[in-house]
């Protein structure tokens, strides 16, 4: 069987081909920009061009991309966008348009004017993917004797237009912590979809529309975040109880887990985050002292406690993450001799950028895949 992992980024989407005839570190890879990368460069390529866009296509990431538009906008050019394209940049349609969008149907887009782009949106680009394969010989494509399955990680807040979207984001996470924090409960597939994650939907019914899996089976997602503390623990130094932070290009999360089940969680923005902020969550959300008011108030999504088992406790401090160098490079960090003895910055099967693909091949396969 083969299984292609995708863990989608603000800056990368890391990419996993897996055979399990092979070994893990054989795998095939790639580190490659995110899809909302690749869209803010084609509206900015547009902007410098004098040219109108029109957004087609699913609700996907947002950020680069949903910045690349309000600049646009703000150089007097037009952007059009169907319903579902437009949910990209905010829930609520009304506010969309506040800000300049047109909200148009699929009917209206032949007569608008001639010059206007096409810009499709899509979180998962399996031709892009498949063809940079097959420029190195790698065919993936549906195969007569077996099919490819899909495990694919993207960061959904949830479809939330009345409420803050981070609010809702936590109150997610809440319930599925409440439940007993295994890594099933993180995961989602088939039909079985919570309408709400809309992010998640789309990029599934994408696939399927792509015949590329049934309706029901051949493909599994999970938030970017869980993934990659999933992933961490994978690496041969985690032990528990352990905190695992990955701290991402956009989002910083951390976790405590106990025998494979997050018991307690934060996540704030990186480009809020220093070493010495970094720290104190640590510290605090073992020693249960972390409240949600107090990352949300500073501009993070929140945090939720279930468990509190103390710092003397935890075993492991793993840190994941393309910006883990905000502790990696940082003096300050040595100061504090009773986090630099517990912690280690993970690299499963030595590959840090890859925490988030493995968490997601470990949750995919029958038999967890285990790192000697």
Not at 77 to 86: D, I, K
Not at 342 to 354: D, Q, T
Request: charged share 25%; glycine share 10%.
């Amino acid at each position: 069987m083969k299984l292609l992992a995708i863990d989608i980024g603000k800056g990368t989407q890391d990419i996993l081909l897996y055979d399990t005839q092979k070994e893990v570190e054989n795998s095939l890879i790639m580190i490659m920009p995110s899809p909302t990368a690749i869209i803010a460069d084609r509206i900015r390529k547009a902007t410098d061009d004098n040219r109108g866009i029109v957004l087609t296509g699913d609700v996907m990431g947002g950020g680069p991309c949903v910045r690349a538009v309000k600049e646009h906008i703000g150089k007097g050019l037009s952007v059009y966008a169907t319903e579902n394209a437009a949910l990209t940049i905010n829930d609520n349609l009304g506010r969309v348009r506040s800000i300049g969008v047109k909200i148009v149907d699929e009917q209206e887009i032949d007569s608008l004017p001639d010059d206007v782009l096409h810009i499709l949106l899509q979180d998962i680009d399996t031709d892009a993917i498949f063809g940079a394969l097959l420029h190195f010989g790698v065919d993936v494509g549906v195969e007569t004797d077996e099919q490819i399955k899909f495990a694919v990680a993207l960061q959904d807040h949830g479809e939330s237009p009345d409420i803050s979207n981070r609010v809702f984001r936590f109150d997610h996470f809440k319930e599925l912590i409440k439940k007993g924090g295994n890594p099933e409960l993180f995961t989602y597939s088939g039909n079985k979809i919570p309408k709400y994650l809309t992010r998640i939907k789309a990029a599934h019914n994408r696939l399927v529309k792509s015949g590329l899996v049934d309706e029901f089976d051949g493909s599994l997602f999970m938030d970017t975040g869980p993934a990659a503390i999933f992933g961490a623990l994978l690496d041969n130094k985690a032990e528990q109880p352990s905190i695992v932070v990955n701290i991402g290009n956009g989002h910083t999360l951390g976790a405590l887990v106990v025998d494979g089940r997050v018991k307690a969680l934060f996540e704030h923005h990186t480009s809020r985050m220093d070493a010495g902020k970094l720290q104190d969550y640590i510290l605090r959300l073992a020693m249960g002292t972390l409240t949600f008011d107090e990352v949300f108030n500073d501009g993070g999504h929140g945090c939720y406690i279930g468990d509190v088992v103390g710092f003397d406790a935890i075993r492991s401090v793993m840190v994941t993450g393309p910006k883990r160098g905000v502790l990696q490079n940082s003096n300050e960090l040595q100061r504090n001799t009773e986090l630099w003895e517990k912690l280690h910055f993970a690299a499963p099967f030595g590959n840090m950028m890859l925490s988030g693909c493995f968490g997601l091949l470990s949750t995919s396969l029958e038999k967890s895949v285990t790192n000697p």
